[in-house]
Every structure is written in C-alpha cells, then in structure tokens.
C-alpha cells in the first residue's frame, strides 16, 4: 500500500502470536488514533518478528505517475500527529561491557555478564577505541590514520558469557587505561574495556532501500509514545556527506 490512515479512534494492532510486515510508503496516525506492535502484558516474543517497511518511493512537487505528490515533503514515512505509538518487542540487553580485550582475528568475546535475549544472527557493534590525534583532514591523511574501526558483526553462537562471532575480528579493541594513585601512595593501572551493543530487535522499523529514497519518522504535537525493544533503522532524510536539498514552493505549491 501507499498510505495507511489511522482515524480518531481507530486501532491498528499487529498480531502476537505471528510474523508481521506492513509495507506502506506513509503511516499517518492521526489525533486520537492508535498503533500498537505489542504492549506491556503481551510483548512480541522471539522468533516472531513485527516490520514496518517504508517504501522506496520517491516524495514530487508535481502531479507525476512516478512519485507521490507531496508538496510538503511530509509523507515517506511515519506520521504521528497528536495520536499513539506502542511497540513492545522482546526484552534483550542492550550493551554490556567486555570482560576480555578483543584483539584482531579474535572470533570470540567474552562479556561480564550472560546476556538476555542474544541469540544466533544477531548484530553487534564493538566500538573504536583509540584516541585519534589529529590537527584537520590534512593531518589525518598524512598520517595515515584509519579514523573508524567500529565493528558490526554477526553472533554465531551464545554460550553463558562467551560469543562466537561469525567472522574474524579485523581489528584491536582494547579500551583504556590508566595510573591511579590509592590512598596509600601505591600507583596501580585501571583498564577499562569496551562496550559492545547488540542493535538486533524483533521489531524493526525500517526504510526499503537506504540508499534511495529513506523513511523519515515524525511525532508531533501531543503524540504519546511508549517504544521498548525496538530497532529504528537506514532512516532519516538526511546524511552527513550529503547536501541537504530544501525544496521552495512558488504560490501554486510548485
């Protein structure tokens, strides 16, 4: 579908107990109307997955037959004006912190603590932890300097506190540390690992094609929102190394 209106009222409610995917180019809440993927006494529980896909279709000032006429710019995503946003997805740690350094061709991490909800075919993002020195972009090309070795792999298997990951590491991670003088007068070093983050979640929002043309979400107003174990990703209209484009509309909205 292109749009999906929900009035005042009105209730749009994805099964619990199945996998679910809403493709819509717009989803347009309006004042007194309802959302919900999941609530707080009935969460959506692993494996079953819930998807709000943002289609890739292009937003037009004019009346044409290969885009939506949306002088505005509003459409392309999710709408919430005044109306309600509930999504409950399975309860997963977040992030924890590593109990190991994670050195280049590691294929294992080990966490602090066992983890909830981490399972096989998760992503995990495992941080750059250098402290990059540089004076501006001359400096950093002269050096040679790699300035992201953040890390996005895949879990191959859980097992207690220790993670199989599907791939090799391609880099060092080692954290910080430190020369902490204690009451005493004894000097002593403090290691601080990283953290790594598993941005997995059995509820996704997301844009259909991240390099064309991206969903955008959008509450307004008295919108109300209560949003657990979700994952918003490849969203938002803009990029960092992209020029931003304002569109200006003559007195015919053209």
Request: glycine share 8%; net charge neutral.
């Amino acid at each position: 579908v292109r749009t999906v209106g929900i009035a005042q009222e009105g209730i749009l409610q994805f099964a619990t107990d199945r996998s679910t995917r809403l493709l819509a180019h717009t989803v347009l809440i309006q004042p007194g109307g309802k959302l919900t993927i999941g609530i707080d006494a009935q969460p959506i529980l692993s494996p079953i997955t819930a998807e709000i896909v943002i289609r890739d279709i292009p937003l037009c000032l004019h009346s044409e037959s290969n885009c939506i006429f949306d002088p505005f710019q509003f459409g392309g995503g999710i709408i919430n004006i005044n109306g309600t946003f509930i999504t409950h997805g399975a309860l997963k740690t977040p992030y924890l912190r590593l109990a190991k350094v994670p050195r280049k061709g590691d294929t294992t991490l080990v966490l602090e603590y066992i983890p909830d909800g981490w399972q096989t075919g998760d992503i995990l993002v495992i941080p750059d932890t250098r402290q990059v020195v540089y004076k501006n972009d001359y400096d950093l090309k002269r050096k040679n300097i790699k300035v992201h070795e953040v890390e996005e792999i895949a879990i191959s298997n859980v097992n207690n506190t220790t993670i199989t990951l599907a791939r090799p590491l391609n880099f060092n991670h080692v954290g910080a540390r430190i020369i902490h003088k204690d009451n005493d007068g004894t000097m002593s070093e403090r290691e601080f690992l990283p953290h790594v983050i598993n941005i997995s979640r059995n509820i996704i929002v997301r844009s259909e094609n991240f390099n064309s043309n991206r969903g955008h979400i959008l509450f307004t107003g008295t919108s109300t929102l209560d949003v657990r174990h979700t994952q918003f990703a490849h969203l938002g209209r803009t990029l960092h190394d992209k020029a931003l484009h304002s569109a200006r509309l003559d007195d015919e909205t053209r």
